[in-house]
């Protein structure tokens, strides 16, 4: 035998032995998490941890929303206790009361800061409310009505581009292809004042290229990605930059380019859109986004800001690549699964469509009509609720808390709880999907697609559960002061394109099977198996509207 095997021997007996020892010593320590009902685990090292965060996993996160109540527990590396909760006084404790001890981990902050900087999806506390206060005005109705033209000028060239590709008959088309394209022009042009894709020919802007390579650059590294957060710990920046520059691998120099593309054209658009401020309106009325965009609000309202306001120029910079990141990938999915479900049901899709013709043929219907169209809200809001686009968001209590429950649930020794005593470091998963299919609440059809029931005042268990989500009352775009910033954005980004489409087109299905993955943003790929997100659908022209 050699030392080298020997070496390895010694390390797995090491290894065997700690991980039993913290398995056994957290099944003690932890004895009230322990006490809560949850599935088994498949494996002894990793819980739960692969049968929840698995591509496949839609319905192993059925089993976990409906078999064990609303607080359920799971366990992660070496039987630590990971909690999925959706009772909705609890969550509304982790979302809005306690959120300040519910923070994001901290190893995900880490992770977030290298990548876009300390925009709003990385800073804590009071950077963050000081960040939230400068944006919010920025994504507010009257702020979205300015930028109702944009989107229809941008969804309009989509649909003359689609309309190209099948003018000669009904066609397979990629719409997921489509979408991303789309929304990523919208949160360029609504955004940052920044035309990424003019939506004509194929042409790839590297800004926008490098932010949608981020979730595969990271899938691919898995194991470095573990230890990318601690880079922040060693030594100072140009000698933590000097060590990532020769880390011999790849895929980390792959990312560390993609990092420093959005870097790079970040400030480069954010230095332009000053200048242009400087210049005065006229200058900015010829500028993409007309001085409307986000960032251009972000920039006057931070110069008028009295000195304890005023944000650092690298929070302003850094808020670009986090918005299009957290905008992009989110609301083309969620509006691709739209599509995908009306071409299930031409029954819905005929009738969505007879209400946008009625309003006016879905060009330039106006800001107050198009939010208020009954069915097509309805079929929006019952999209995102049985299908949340954005399900797992994750938090880790930054100190003991104790977590009160709406309703006392039953041990396992059979005890009644009425509060779980949450110990510091647990991962918490607030149930987003365990909410918006709450039996209890929503009845037994919880499961069913059904946008009619958004015509009818909802259950009374619904509208009186203190359910903490801004999107009243679904948990999709979450809750508190972390809730989705961008939701009345998406919203209109999916109306728009919706009322403009079905006035212009018809879907259909293909003889493809479309599989939804779990992810942390869901996506379509054709079959369980292919590694390649993509929504075929066949695509029409609108005959009653080109005769
Ligand atoms: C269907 C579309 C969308 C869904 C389902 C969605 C969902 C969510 C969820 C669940 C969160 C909370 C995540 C967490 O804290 O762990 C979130 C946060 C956020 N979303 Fe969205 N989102 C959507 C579209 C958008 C758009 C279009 C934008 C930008 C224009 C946007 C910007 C953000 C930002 C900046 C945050 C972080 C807020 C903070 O931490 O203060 N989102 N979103």
Known sequence: MTIASLVMQWALILVITLSSWLYFRRRLVNSTLNNLPGPPCQSFWKGNLDQFFNRHASEFHKEVTQNYGAIVKMQGIFGKPMLYVYDPKALHTIVVKQQDIFEKAESTVRLVTLLFGPGVLATLGETHRAQRKMLNPAFSINHMRDMLPIFYNIVHKLRDAIATRVSDGPQEVDMLGWMGRTALELIGQGGLGYSFDPLVEDKADAYGEAIKAIIPALITIHVFRELLPYIGWIGPAWFRRRVVEVFPNKQVQKLKSIVDTMATRSVEIFEAKKAALDQGDEVLAQQVGEGKDIMSLLIRANRASSLEDKLPEDQLIAQMSSLIFAGMDTTSNALSRTLHILAQRPDVQERLRDEIIEAGHGDNISYDELVSLPYLDAVCRETLRLDPTAPLPTRQPNKDVVLPLSEP?????????????????????????????????????????????????????????????????????????????????????????LSVFLSNFTFELTEKPIEWNVATVRYPTVGKESNVSQMPLKVGLLKRVRD
Do not use: H
């Open 409 to 497: 649930i039953r041990g396992i020794d059979g005890k009644m709880m009425s509060e779980i005593l949450v110990p510091k470091g647990t991962m918490v998963i607030p149930g987003v999907l365990g909410s918006n299919i709450n039996k209890t609440f929503w009845g037994e059809d919880a499961l069913e697609w059904k946008p009619e029931r958004w015509l009818f005042p909802l259950p009374s268990a619904v509208t009186d559960a203190p359910i903490p989500g801004v999107y009243s009352p679904l948990m999709t775009f979450f809750g508190g002061s972390r809730s989705c910033i961008g939701f009345k954005f998406s919203q209109l980004e999916m109306k728009v394109v």
